[in-house]
């Protein structure tokens, strides 16, 4: 992990090292991007400058562990003479003290070691390198040539080849000669080691190219242009200011931020825009080519290591105008960041369950504050959250109206499975099935959505009653049946398929419960034979290379029925898809969370989004056996305000979110009986100043996950008070023994 950094690490300037006049003290802060409780004084030697935000290497312990400058030490910390010095610097670009406030913020806000946050602004180590120069190839010249020939250097037919096209070409790697040549990478070198070739360094080219703003962009109706009016507006004014964009699918929000960005490279700065599920924006990206000439930076999982390493480097040089990125893009080290867009901002995928846990958008939202520029948050179905903070005249709203032309709103219908019954060990009510067989025969595409991967959720055994469960979580055994396994979708868990019932010994006993999207994909080959039928999920569906195969294919009109999960509900455009069918709605309004019938609300407006286009007017069928529930009205109906309204109204009598506080205290471990005693201890040890509740311990809805037993209690807080102080306060001072670990959840959003 230690770098040891290159010579030129060293040859800064002395004259800015800081804190000279402090009685000539060179104590320095070093923040490590580890869990520790904050940062550690070193020593700067004297012939090492350094200023804030230089990535340094220090020792700690035996090893060596890059971290950055954050600060002055403090005098009245470690004696002098017991400091370590910093064993260099290295030459890399600083981390900018946006960034290192935002480490700080981060960490305060959501009660984690601010090394933890750190380390998710250098996830890429090998960036903090300059990169390695690169040996090129290059032609020699003529008279050098003869001269060889001369000395009797061999000219074989492939050295001839070789030379022709090295002639025409200016200096690259090996590889490139040699494949334009139509020789082989060892013919090139051995030309060089003749003397036919010349070798030169290549510094590494940043393969970023420049979004041009001024390319001429779609035209914008009226209230478009009118919004984007005022998002450019905001751009230019250089300052902190937040914007709710609020437009239904199909009113064009896209080209409407798409128009801050341009503003944005006008001004020579540099733009974010964070997107859920990146894997699978390959027609957002298409539309930003369209637009601005060129495919923007990308950041998200599936980069490769150089790709991040360059990507980490080319924004913190300034060179990525404009970085596209699922939520750990927040943490790049923009020099100069002029806007931060969120599409998408209800997205539950924003929230980080695991290591740090934070929300992506309200982090946007700070990140914004703290850099001084415009934040915009774009959604088809805004947040409570976000609503609140329009509300309360935080934010300004800019809706649009949907565009004429474009896009029909689907017509959304409910069945109501009580009655239209599917039969037996079957999903699919008469009217769902009806719908689907027309719409096959009108030659039009249909969308299954059941958001269960797999063929059955629970597997059980039909003599004894025994049910598969993870042997590690509170959850049971989904089967895959196309892969052959059990699979446990908490923690990973996998295992073959059982012939013998574990408890009772009877042999092929065991009865699948439940759809998932291979059992219903099972169900509609048997009624509609020639149907050609795709299952698309997480499983199916990983890279964006897979999503944008799939793309392909539906354009192509090689699918007629898609059965998906939720990564079919985002953000995908089919012209010829008029049909969407929820198999069951009601499925996220059960788990007793909060936001359930938000959420519901969100999902189901985006799956019917997807329905129809222009000239095609959708249809949406949603099963539900809850068809008076106020969020299937709402969905019904198409009055969003309403729904929203009555939501709005039950969390403020109840103090949730956003008209209260809530922070999670997960305790767990590996022995059930001392997370029981600490989750005691630590609800009868818990703070009670006015406005505050301490509800539970209660298990957690998954009591047992990953083998570690859970707890949970919940902090209901008025929205004045400081909840970090309190949880602070009280959290910090408790050392649970062994490896019993108590984890806070500021604003959660799970419930498990
Ligand atoms: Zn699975
Ligand atoms: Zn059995
Ligand atoms: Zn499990």
Same mark, same amino acid.
């Given at each position: 992990m230690a770098n040891r950094p290159s010579s030129t690490s060293f040859d800064h300037d002395s004259s800015d090292l800081f804190g000279v006049e402090d009685a000539g003290s060179d104590r320095i802060s070093v923040l490590l991007p580890l869990p520790l409780s904050g940062a550690y004084d070193y020593l700067a030697s004297e012939n090492l400058a350094v200023k804030p935000g230089d990535f340094v290497v220090a020792p700690l312990g035996r090893r060596l562990v890059v971290g950055v400058i954050w600060g002055e030490g403090d005098p009245g910390g470690v004696a002098e003479e017991k400091l370590k010095p910093i064993e260099a610097v290295l030459d890399a670009p600083p981390l900018p003290k946006a960034n290192r406030d935002f480490v700080d913020w981060l960490s305060a806000y959501y009660l984690a070691p601010p090394g933890a946050v750190l380390k998710m602004a250098m996830s890429v180590q090998a960036a903090l390198e300059p990169p390695a120069p690169k040996t090129g190839y290059a032609a020699v010249e003529p008279d050098i040539l003869l001269q060889r020939e001369a000395e009797g250097v061999r000219m074989t037919a492939a050295r001839q080849k070789l030379l022709a096209a090295a002639a025409d070409r200016v200096a690259e790697p090996a590889a490139d000669l040699a494949k334009a040549a139509g020789v082989s990478v060892a013919v090139v070198k051995a030309a060089a080691d003749a003397g036919l070739l010349r070798r030169v360094s290549l510094v590494e080219q940043y393969p970023f190219s420049t979004p041009d703003p001024s390319l001429p962009g779609p035209e914008l109706n009226d209230e478009q242009e009118q919004a984007a009016g005022i998002l450019r507006e905001m751009v230019r004014s250089g300052s902190f200011d937040v914007a709710l964009l609020d437009g239904v699918t199909g009113s064009g929000k896209t080209e409407v931020y798409f128009e801050a960005i341009a503003a944005t490279l006008e001004e020579g700065r540099q733009a974010l825009v964070l997107l859920p599920e990146i894997a699978l924006s390959a027609q957002w990206l298409r539309r930003f080519e369209e637009r601005f000439g060129v495919i923007p930076a990308e950041w998200h999982s599936d980069l490769t290591a150089a790709q991040r390493r360059r990507t980490w480097r080319g924004v913190a040089e300034g060179k990525v105008r404009c970085l596209v990125g699922a939520r750990s893009a927040l943490h790049l080290p923009f020099p100069d960041l002029g806007l931060v867009v969120v599409d998408e901002e209800h997205e539950s995928a924003f929230k980080q369950e695991d290591g740090v846990h934070y929300h992506a958008r309200d982090m946007a939202v700070v990140r914004g504050r703290i850099a001084d520029c415009p934040v915009i948050l774009a959604s088809a179905t805004p947040s409570l959250e976000s609503l609140a903070n329009v509300e309360a005249g935080r934010y300004r709203r800019l809706v649009l109206p949907e565009r004429h032309g474009v896009a029909e709103p689907p017509t959304i219908q409910i069945v109501d499975i009580r009655k239209d019954k599917p039969g037996r060990q079957e999903w699919l009510s008469p009217t769902l099935r009806q719908a689907l067989e027309s719409t096959l025969a009108e030659g039009e595409q249909s969308l299954l959505f059941l958001n269960r991967r797999g063929y059955a959720p629970l597997t059980l055994c039909r003599t004894c009653g025994f049910r598969l469960a993870c042997p590690n979580c509170?959850?049971?055994?989904?089967? &895959? +049946?196309?892969?052959?396994?059990?699979?446990?979708? &908490?923690?990973?868990?996998?295992?073959?398929?059982?012939?013998?019932?574990?408890?009772?010994?009877?042999?092929?006993?065991?009865?699948?419960?439940?759809?998932?999207?291979? +059992?219903?994909?099972?169900?509609?080959?048997?009624? /509609?034979?020639?149907?050609?039928?795709?299952?698309?999920?997480?499983?199916?569906l990983h890279s964006p290379f897979q999503a944008a195969a799939f793309v392909d294919r539906m354009t192509a009109k090689e699918i007629d029925i898609v059965i998906g999960t939720q990564i079919v509900a985002k953000g995908y455009h089919f012209p010829m898809l008029t049909l969407v069918g929820v198999v069951d709605a009601d499925l996220g309004l059960?788990?007793?969370?909060?936001?359930?019938?938000?959420?519901?609300?969100? /999902?189901?407006?985006?799956?019917?989004?997807?329905?129809?286009?222009?000239?095609?007017?959708?249809?949406?069928?949603?099963?539900?056996?809850?068809?008076?529930?106020?969020?299937?009205?709402?969905?019904?109906?198409?009055?969003?305000?309403?729904?929203?309204?009555?939501?709005?109204?039950?969390?403020?009598?109840?103090?949730?979110? #956003?008209?209260?506080?809530?922070?999670?205290?997960i305790v767990s471990g590996p022995d059930e009986r001392a997370v029981e005693a600490v989750s005691r201890d630590l609800a009868r040890q818990a703070p009670r100043p006015a406005g505050v509740q301490v509800l539970g311990p209660a298990p957690a809805a998954l009591a047992l996950l990953r083998g570690r037993h859970r +707890?949970? /209690?919940?902090? !209901?807080?008025? !929205?004045?008070?400081?909840?970090? !102080?309190? /949880?602070?306060?009280?959290?910090?001072?408790?050392?649970? #023994?062994?490896?019993?670990?108590?984890?806070?959840?500021?604003?959660?959003?799970?419930?498990?």
């Open positions: 509170s959850s049971w055994l989904v089967e &895959h +049946r196309f892969a052959r396994r059990l699979e446990c979708h &908490h923690c990973g868990y996998t295992t073959g398929q059982m012939q013998t019932c574990p408890s009772c010994g009877d042999t092929d006993s065991f009865a699948a419960c439940g759809p998932g999207v291979e +059992r219903l994909a099972e169900e509609v080959a048997a009624f /509609l034979p020639g149907a050609a039928i795709e299952i698309v999920t997480s499983d199916t059960n788990g007793g969370d909060l936001r359930a019938s938000e959420r519901t609300y969100q /999902l189901m407006q985006q799956v019917a989004g997807r329905a129809g286009r222009a000239g095609r007017p959708g249809r949406v069928l949603l099963q539900t056996a809850n068809p008076d529930a106020p969020v299937m009205q709402a969905l019904a109906s198409g009055d969003r305000d309403a729904f929203l309204e009555q939501e709005s109204a039950m969390r403020r009598d109840f103090g949730f979110p #956003p008209f209260g506080r809530l922070a999670a205290l +707890r949970r /209690l919940l902090v !209901k807080a008025e !929205k004045g008070v400081s909840m970090q !102080k309190v /949880l602070a306060d009280w959290v910090a001072s408790f050392r649970p #023994p062994g490896q019993t670990r108590i984890a806070v959840d500021i604003d959660p959003y799970s419930f498990l």
